[in-house]
């Protein structure tokens, strides 16, 4: 199956996209360090419910007791924050156990991660392409992030009260399905909150709006037989910067985020993206260039 741009009507604006930290794009803040440490996971579950489908999320977070590196401990006491917030979108047939090697190692350095299982991509569904280009996915990841940083919110009397920062904004990250409906949330079906996303596999969902004001990293094989990689690049030219482009040559759909020779480096350019994206470390961009290098990397990017 390969994926192709189409056509996208109805553009509008994200449902909710006013909630909670507004509609516009937050103002710059001071530029500070992200956490250094490697946190031990907590997980949370939430069903939510937008437009009759059900949404069951499951938040990953940094915890304030464990062991670092194990598995994630279901409700446990979150560590002190605040820390920001990253949705994760799954791709087909997946779910968000399934991308555990890229959802963990964002939660362990210091993020939100919260992760909903699309009710017609995820294991087990009939897999309903459909509902990424009619902007459904896009727009349940809108829904989550309201639901999700509603609990942050004073006088939410929820454990992850005060604890979330959407200073800078907020993330988005997907693969394939999801990264399509990650750069469908920067197009088509906007959400201003989203400052920082990396779309991973994707293909070009549509002409940017001038709505988000986003740092967007591509991360695509340049031998992908999915997701086609000069429709990733078609994308990537129609963004303004900052913006970067990793390309893991030789490679197809997936291999550089399974475990594959170039995963570690997806993981640390990843992490430092976010990192600067969201808390404004600085250090962490002076640093991707140097992530991004080996195995046959290429990496392209312009971050002013």
Request: glycine residues 14%; aromatic residues 8%.
């Amino acid at each position: 199956m390969t994926m192709s741009r189409r056509t996208v009507l109805g553009l509008g604006t994200a449902v909710g996209a006013a909630a909670l930290i507004g509609s516009a794009a937050p103002a710059p803040a001071q530029a500070r360090t992200a956490p250094t440490q490697t946190f031990p996971l907590g997980v949370r579950q939430f069903t939510w419910n937008r437009a009759g489908r059900t949404l069951v999320t499951r938040v990953f977070y940094p915890a304030a007791s464990g062991t670092p590196g194990g598995d994630p401990v279901p409700d446990a006491p979150i560590a002190d924050g605040p820390f920001p917030v990253v949705e994760w979108s799954h791709g087909l047939g997946g779910n968000p156990e399934s991308y555990g090697v890229c959802i963990r190692p964002l939660a362990a350095a210091g993020f939100i991660v919260p992760a909903p299982v699309f009710p017609t991509t995820t294991t087990g569904a009939e897999g309903n392409i459909g509902d990424v280009y009619n902007g459904n996915q896009s727009k349940d990841v809108t829904e989550v992030l309201t639901r999700t940083l509603a609990l942050g919110e004073t006088g939410s009397c929820d454990p992850f009260e005060g604890r979330m920062d959407t200073t800078l904004g907020v993330g988005a990250a997907g693969h394939s399905l999801g990264g399509m409906t990650t750069h469908g949330l920067l197009t088509a079906w906007p959400d201003p909150r989203i400052t920082a996303a990396i779309p991973y596999a994707c293909v070009d969902m549509g002409n940017p709006t001038g709505a988000v004001d986003a740092k967007v990293l591509f991360v695509h094989g340049d031998q992908d037989p999915i997701c086609d990689y000069g429709l990733a690049r078609q994308a990537y030219a129609e963004l303004p910067a900052p913006k970067a482009f990793m390309t893991h040559t030789g490679q197809g759909h997936d291999e550089f985020i399974w475990n594959g020779p170039t995963y570690g480096q997806t993981v640390a350019t990843s992490l430092d993206w976010m990192r600067w994206g969201l808390y404004g470390d600085t250090a962490a961009r002076d640093r991707l260039a140097s992530d991004a290098t080996g195995g046959g990397i290429v990496w392209e990017a312009a971050l002013s």
